[in-house]
């Protein structure tokens, strides 16, 4: 059995889908940000540095592991799944994993702090951060072209992109003249385990489909856990 703490973020449904896909057992437990339940003692035991997800897995003696992508990784190796054992085909996998960790992932995060949350409108910041998202967007786009998926079959790359592009809108990024892409967004949103993991947890609001009002709500209360200090150390 495993553990998942986690929350209704995209990082955090990265591995609830995961977790869905590969069928494995889990329970959630879903932790409040804005109670400030991630820095508590308990929980900083499992993550030092205090952020969701993370999961202990207690068929391993109690195993902690933090950070989506490392964990994405442990579990697909944990079960000989959504990754290939042979090195090209895991090196495939792994760099397309690395590109939303280090690029899709910070990069949409930067534009939803600067274009939702930030009472302050700093264009220059806007627009550097939706434009290089939406310039990852046309890479994917052009490997969509001629893959059915980003790395071979289906895996662990696709799960942890797909989490965040998904919330394009939300971070004000189009996806428009990206057939490719916006192909494969709706293909892997029509998968049972895809629409299992996204409500472990469900989110307050569909980032993409809100209306106005509710929007200016979420981005309310998401400038409050940064006024007051969730995105530090603390």
Known sequence: MIDLYSAPTPNGHKVSIALEELALPYTL??????????????????????????????????????????ILVYLAEKTGQLMPAHAKGRSQVMQWLMFQMGGVGPMMGQANVFF??????????????QGE??????????????????????????????????????????IEELPHLARWIEAIRARPAVEKGLQ???SPRELNSSSEEEAAKFSAAARTMLETGQSRNN
């Open 29 to 70: 437990h879903a932790l409040e940000l804005n109670q400030n339940q991630q820095k508590e003692d308990w929980f900083l035991a499992i993550n030092p540095n205090g952020r969701i997800p993370a999961i202990v897995d207690r068929a391993e003696d109690n195993f902690a592991v933090f950070e989506s992508g490392a």
């Open 116 to 129: 939702r949350y930030f009472p302050e409108k700093i264009q220059p910041a806007i627009d550097r951060y």
């Open 133 to 174: 998202s939406r310039r990852l967007f046309k890479v994917l786009d052009g490997r969509l072209r001629d893959h059915e998926f980003l790395a071979g079959d289906y895996s662990i790359a696709d799960i942890a992109n797909w989490a965040w592009v998904r919330t394009h809108k939300w971070s004000g990024v189009s």
């Open 200 to 202: 472990m947890p469900p």
